[in-house]
Nanobody, 125 residues
Framework: QVQLVESGGGLVQTGGSLRLSCVAP??????????IGWFRKAPGKEREFAGA??????YYADSVKGRFTIVSDWGKNTVYLQMNNLEPADTAVYYC??????????????????WGQGTQVIVSS
């Protein structure tokens, strides 16, 4: 199990930007060895895959492609989710997850064994 701490959520207007952070506080952890995924859950909806980074490559859901960018800073054990041109449909609790068994194309959470507590993003119209 990997402890993960998300931050950076908040309230933003349509078209605005936010940057979420996912930190693994244990500096002994080889964070870069893990696949790090970002998921989101809106009220009344199923959890949705937003994107992931694995072995230096990034992957995005179609719903966020071109607007969201995942950036890693392995020296800080941190992965960021830069969200631009936000829309009300992006309102959700955002979670990061870590796993050693995740494979590209799997968007149901399989392969991620550790999850953060989530950070709320609200996009007003």
């Amino acid at each position: 199990q990997v402890q993960l701490v998300e931050s950076g959520g908040g309230l933003v207007q349509t078209g605005g930007s936010l940057r979420l952070s996912c930190v693994a506080p244990d500096r002994r952890l080889p964070f870069s060895s893990y696949a790090i995924g970002w998921f989101r859950k809106a009220p009344g909806k199923e959890r949705e895959f937003a994107g992931a980074i694995r072995m230096g490559r990034t992957y995005y859901a179609d719903s966020v492609k071109g607007r969201f960018t995942i950036v890693s800073d392995w020296g800080k054990n941190t992965v960021y989710l830069q969200m631009n041109n936000l829309e009300p449909a992006d309102t959700a609790v955002y979670y990061c997850a870590a796993g050693l068994l995740w494979l590209p194309g799997k968007e149901d959470g399989e392969g991620f064994s550790s999850w953060g507590q989530g950070t709320q993003v609200i996009v007003s119209s």
